[in-house]
């Protein structure tokens, strides 16, 4: 995967994506979620491959270990660069998903969701049943997830720092809740920008709606890119 921010195509057709697309002339990363890879499947990752991108397919596997290890067989042989799991699922399901991988690509890469952003410490407490604080709970399946041999996980900048202190910083540290200075906050709780993210350990940022629902998307992916990149 480039080292570039990667972009959150959170559109609702194939044709949006492509008109999006259609305004830059350069080779980026792009992010591909469940919404859009249930409608549109394997086409559109063709079709964005074609266009010299990097894709991160964003499908959060969570099942039982043979279930999500031929899972992983299947999507090893499409042309993607980074794929992920729920860390959750435990260290014996992310080996399997690591091994399925592997049957047919020994090039993609794979890492786990820590706490999604959007669980609040309430519902750690009360829903999960998990009595720790929320970073606790990231580093501890980050922990997990490096023991099961995977290549990184998806957190929070703000979690990125204690991950890298005890994980190492070639651990890949993906994080979403990117905002650059004075742009909307959107639903994200936790945002840093950019540069905060870079100085926190993050090794990759996955920014959307700053981009995707700018009145000016290739200006704004540059200023991100070059804050990101400075
Ligand atoms: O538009 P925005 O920059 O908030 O998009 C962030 C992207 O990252 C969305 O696709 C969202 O689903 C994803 N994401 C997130 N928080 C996580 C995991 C994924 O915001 N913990």
Redesign the pocket.
């Known amino acids: 995967m480039r080292n570039l921010p990667i972009i ?1 195509l ?1 559109f609702k057709s194939a044709d949006e994506v492509h008109t999006f697309l259609n305004k830059f002339n350069e080779p980026l990363c792009v ?1 591909i ?1 469940m919404e859009l890879f249930y409608q549109t499947g394997q086409a559109l990752i063709k079709s964005i491959k074609k266009r010299g991108h990097d894709i991160f397919l ?1 499908l959060k596997l969570h099942d039982i270990p043979n279930t999500v290890s031929k899972a992983m067989e299947g999507l090893a042989r499409l042309d993607i660069d980074l794929v992920n799991v729920h860390a959750a699922g435990g260290i014996k399901m992310m080996e399997e998903a690591k091994k399925g991988l592997r049957k047919h690509n020994a090039d993609i890469k794979i890492i786990a ?1 820590t706490q ?3 669980t609040t410490e309430r519902q750690l407490h009360e829903e999960q049943n998990i009595q720790t604080s929320i970073e606790e709970a990231v580093l501890n399946y980050a922990r997990l997830t490096k023991k099961a041999g995977l290549d990184g996980v ?3 900048p703000l979690e990125a720092k204690m991950i890298s202190k005890e994980l190492g910083s070639d651990f890949l540290k993906v994080t ?4 650059p200075k004075g742009a909307a906050r ?3 709780q936790r945002i840093t920008t950019p540069e905060e993210a870079k100085t926190l350990g993050s090794t990759h940022i ?5 981009i ?1 629902q700018s009145e000016h998307p290739i200006d704004s992916y540059h200023k991100i890119k070059e804050s990101w990149l400075s």
Do not use: E, F
């Open positions: 959150a959170d992010k979620g964003d969701v999604l952003t959007s998806v957190c929070s979403p809740g990117i905002r959107n639903d994200q996955v920014v959307g709606r700053p995707t």
